[in-house]
């Protein structure tokens, strides 16, 4: 039986060199060629970001399943696609992924075209499916699905966490055109990037986070000789002298991370690599270990300048703590990206250019980004159902009928995706309070930017904010 899997993007001005092959799909396709199934994959970057073309080359295969993961950004793309491959094919279509899962009723419930959804980690499920559509016994006995069947949706128990990451096979990579795929590190433009993954979760509960709908805190490692042996494959099969290592949080566990900094060096692998990091899991000794083994690259999320807020976020640090990390990194020779986010629950015009004073603070250093970004709402976190409290998300939403609201494409942020808008300050007043302090040369290029997004209702609301930020104290 032949089967295909998409990963699909919001953006139709697809733009190759901020993607990069996608490490689950790459899994899954490895564990489905491993039991003797025919695989292909089908991703933005082979299609163009084309949604004719991704249907086309998918029917091309004739394929028994078609499975889909996609962000929430990229749902409605997602959607269309699903529905054309259902009227084109008789394929049995799955669906999952941090979208698709928390929101797996809702989406059955508007989306006729899915047969099925998974939970979590889909590597042994997607075997168990395709081997029940290949002999038809039902789906009744696989764990960690919903599906359709006598009287409606039916869900099945979760399916145990996967604790031995070890098992599983190398990453089907051969499957995507890598050629095609022009993401490089930060600051590395010569060096061609892939992703490789060393652990899995993340035991934090940051409120805004939707890894826990999807693994439930729970953080699992590989043996840092097998990740290293992989990485090392992937070096020599397909060339890549620089790896983006993609887990939640590299530094997690510090013994972890010294075991493949060490690893690395034994070997002489001479690769570059940038990674995520919490800053209360760093000192400077390790900084400086990471930076020996070929750290260019780490990036941070403190997204806040608030202890208040960063408490309601449950974030579980301190400024200090990131103050402390970002400077130590920057010390020992490793480029830096700050992430910030702002409208968050409890946020005033005071806890506000709290933030705005700590972004200016680690702009000043040397090879150090601090970007902020506006606090988008999504399912299955925990912000998602404080927004249902407070009736940011109205009873009946959902995420799965057509959303859109233009006038985020003015304020720089999804706008199919909703935003968390305190009432007390308007999203309008934190782009005024934030235009208002930045640099003349900042506000030319911002309005150069958000005029490639021209529309009358846009101008509106671009001059509003610009008379807003000359009023607002």
């Known amino acids: 039986m032949n089967i295909v ?3 699909v993007s919001a953006d139709e001005h697809f733009v190759t060199q901020n993607y990069h092959p996608h490490p689950g799909l790459a899994y899954m396709a490895a564990c489905l060629e491993k039991e003797g199934y025919s695989v292909r994959i089908v991703d933005p970057v082979s299609s163009n970001n084309n949604a004719r073309l991704m249907v086309k080359q998918i029917c091309e295969f004739k394929p028994g399943i078609v499975g889909f993961t996609a962000t929430t950004t990229a749902r409605f793309q997602s959607i269309a696609i699903i529905n054309s491959i259902k009227k084109a094919t008789n394929a049995f279509i799955v669906a999952g992924g941090c979208h698709f899962h928390p929101t797996a009723l809702d989406v059955m419930a508007k989306v006729s075209a899915i047969d099925c959804i998974v939970k979590g980690e889909g590597e042994r499920t997607i075997v168990e499916i395709a081997q029940a559509v290949e002999s038809g016994v039902g789906f009744s006995k696989i764990n960690g699905i919903f599906f359709r069947g006598d009287g409606g949706v039916i869900e099945t128990p979760d399916r145990p966490i996967n604790l031995d990451l070890d098992s599983l096979p190398r990453p089907a990579f051969h499957l995507f055109n890598l050629k095609r ?6 600051g590395e433009k010569r060096l061609r990037a892939l992703s490789a993954v060393s652990s899995r979760g ?3 509960k940051c409120i805004f986070c939707s890894i826990t709908a999807m693994q439930k805190h729970n953080f699992r490692k590989r043996l840092p000789e097998l990740f290293l042996d992989e990485v090392e494959y992937l070096k020599k099969t397909y060339g890549y002298q620089a790896f983006i290592f993609n887990d939640d949080t590299l530094t997690m566990d510090r013994n972890h991370i010294v075991s493949i900094c060490n690893g690395l060096l034994k070997r002489n692998m001479r690769i570059n690599w940038s990674c995520l990091a919490r800053v209360n899991t760093v000192e400077r000794d390790l900084l400086s270990l990471m930076k020996s083994a070929g750290c260019c690259y780490i ?3 403190v997204e806040s300048g608030s202890e208040a807020i960063l ?7 301190t400024i200090e703590q990131a103050t402390k990390a970002i400077e130590m990194t920057v010390d020992v020779g490793i480029p830096v990206t700050a992430l910030f986010m702002v409208s968050l629950p409890g946020e005033t015009k005071e806890e506000l250019r709290k933030t705005i004073a700590l972004i200016d ?5 040397s090879h150090v980004r601090a970007p902020y970004s506006i606090t988008c709402i999504y399912p299955g976190t925990e912000l998602e159902r404080m927004a249902y409290e407070q009736g940011i998300l109205p009873k009946g939403f959902s995420w799965n009928t057509q959303y859109t609201k233009p006038v985020y494409t003015v304020l720089g942020t999804d706008p199919y995706t909703p935003c968390w808008e305190n009432p007390y300050l308007p999203l309008r007043d934190i782009k005024a309070i934030i235009f208002k302090s930045r640099t003349f040369l900042y506000k030319i290029r911002h309005i150069f930017l958000r005029m490639q997004h021209i529309s009358l209702r846009n101008i509106i609301y671009a001059i509003r904010i610009g008379i807003r930020s000359l009023t607002i104290r």
């Open 5 to 7: 899997l998409v990963d």
């Open 181 to 186: 795929y022009k993401l490089c590190l930060p």
């Open 202 to 204: 993340c035991p934090c």
């Open 299 to 301: 990036m941070y999320g």
């Open 311 to 317: 408490k309601i976020m449950r974030k579980n640090i």
């Open 361 to 365: 603070k680690f702009s000043s250093y």
